[in-house]
C-alpha cells in the first residue's frame, strides 16, 4: 500500500515537473495552470523546510551558559 502512495507521488511530481516545462516553451492553458499549481506547492514546501531551519536552530542556541 505505501508502495502504491509513493509512487503515485512521485508520478504526480513528474508530471507536475514536465507541464511546467511544457508551459515555458508555450503549452496549452492546462499545462500553465499545472505548472503554475506545481511551482506553487514547491514554494510551500521551501517556505516550510525554511521555517523548520529556523525553528531547529532557535531551539538549539539555548546552550544554558
Known amino acids: 500500500m505505501i508502495v502504491l502512495v509513493l509512487l503515485g507521488a ?11 516545462v511544457w508551459a515555458d516553451r508555450g503549452g496549452p492553458r492546462w499545462a500553465r495552470v499545472v505548472a503554475s499549481m506545481t511551482l506553487g506547492a514547491g514554494e510551500l514546501l521551501r517556505r516550510s523546510a525554511k521555517r523548520r531551519r529556523r525553528s531547529l536552530n532557535r531551539s538549539g542556541d539555548s546552550s544554558g551558559d
Open 10 to 20: 512521485l508520478a504526480l511530481t513528474v508530471g507536475g515537473c514536465v507541464c511546467v
